[in-house]
């Protein structure tokens, strides 16, 4: 059975950095990509960083420059380093993992991120 789980969220001021990471068990995940989504109140889920297996990667315009997603398959854990917050990146992150091969995706419960003026 595939579990996720997310850790690192917290209360950070504005201009704060928090590291989320996201460990996944239950089989090897190193052709799978692998990618961290948020979710603040009233909005819906978005895309903030993602990784292929090869290693590409991909960023929300608003988190550029900013976070920088990282992965280790040797633990199956997959990071995001998020630097100068700001209020609005406040939100439950959740990763995701996804076997491209049949497009079956893994998602974690969450983590809240709460970033404070």
């Known amino acids: 059975q595939v579990q996720l789980v997310e850790s690192g969220g917290g209360l950070v001021q504005a201009g704060g950095s928090l590291r989320l990471s996201c460990a996944a068990s239950g089989r090897t995940f190193s052709s799978y990509a692998m990618g961290w989504y948020r979710q603040a109140p009233g909005h819906e889920r978005e895309l903030v960083a993602a990784?292929?297996?090869?290693?590409?990667?991909e960023y929300a315009d608003s988190v550029k420059g900013r976070f920088t997603i990282s992965r280790d398959n040797a633990k199956n854990t997959v990071y995001l380093q998020m630097n100068s917050l700001k209020p609005e990146d406040t939100a439950v992150y959740y990763c995701?993992?996804?076997?491209?091969?049949?497009?079956?995706?893994?998602w974690g419960k969450g983590t809240l991120v709460t970033v404070s003026s």
């Open positions: 990784m292929t297996s090869t290693g590409s990667t």
């Open positions: 995701k993992f996804r076997q491209s091969v049949y497009g079956i995706d893994y």
